[in-house]
């Protein structure tokens, strides 16, 4: 797999003009096109810090972020995330957030059409081209046939399929999602994150996603990492699990941790 996001010695905080919090640093990890990549940490650990930095929504405190900016994997075709513009950042980086869209009168077709919106311009008239890469990105998703339907009629499973298939139509390499199954039933989870993981599979997307459930992670994701105090740990969850630090994120009073089985199980 291409490494298409890659962190060096990276930094990452808040900084005022008299004061500099440091959430975490020394951050070193790449992120691979092909592979669904979560990011798992305790609350208050810095995982939106991180993910906001990644998006170039905040700036690094230091150290740098690279991308790939061609599908080889040479020095040469990394360039800093600091050096993009906002138009080159639109057409690299995809972001689903987890805030709902309060949008109403806006048909499913309608607001995957904004993810065409670094080609168009934001009230840009979508050409024949556009209308048939918005249908792809439906179709890629599953939701033919919500196409017609409005925004604010849909449950909350359906409108994060829909914010995915905007992301798709954005037709950026990298993906990044804020806690996309926040607000899901358990089977509504499950089918998100299998969509996610086929999608970085068959399309070669890189997708990182912040996420709270750690044993949908540990069966579907192909990398997790892992924020710790002063750590990041970067890992299959198979090698993440042999090395101790699956288990030292889960286990606390009445969990407990099979690293054999990677299973989480509740005592009395």
């Known amino acids: 797999m291409n490494k298409t996001v890659t962190l060096k010695e990276l930094s990452i905080g808040y900084q005022t003009k008299n004061h500099v919090t440091v959430v975490a640093e020394h951050l070193n990890a790449s992120i691979c096109s092909g592979e669904l990549t979560c990011l798992l940490g305790r609350n208050g650990i810095g995982k939106s810090t991180l993910l906001r930095t990644l998006s170039a929504f905040q700036p690094a405190l230091s150290g740098e972020i690279l991308l790939r900016c061609s599908k080889n994997s040479e020095d040469s075709d990394y360039s800093a995330l600091s050096s993009f513009s906002d138009k080159q950042l639109s057409r690299m980086i995809g972001v689903v957030l987890t805030e709902k869209p309060d949008v109403r009168n806006m048909t499913i077709e309608e607001l995957v059409g904004m993810g065409r919106s670094p080609y168009t311009g934001f009230w840009g008239t979508l050409s024949e081209n556009d209308r048939r890469i918005v249908d792809e990105a439906i179709q890629l998703v599953g939701i033919q046939s919500l196409k017609g339907r409005y925004v604010h009629t849909l449950s909350d499973g359906e409108r994060q399929k829909v914010m995915i298939a905007k992301a798709l139509a954005q037709q950026t390499p990298v993906i990044y999602l804020d806690e996309p199954t926040a607000f899901l039933d358990f089977p509504s989870k499950v089918e998100v994150m299998q969509l996610l ?14 996420t709270h459930d750690v044993e949908l992670s540990m069966q579907i994701a192909d990398c997790i990492w892992l924020m710790e105090p002063e750590k990041l740990s970067v890992g299959t969850p198979r090698q993440l699990a042999d090395e101790g630090a699956l288990g030292r994120f889960i286990e606390h009073k009445g969990i407990l941790f099979n690293a054999q089985t990677l299973t989480i199980r509740v005592t009395e």
Do not use: D, I
């Open 197 to 210: 993981h086929r999608l970085a599979r068959e399309q070669q997307k890189t997708v990182f996603l912040s």
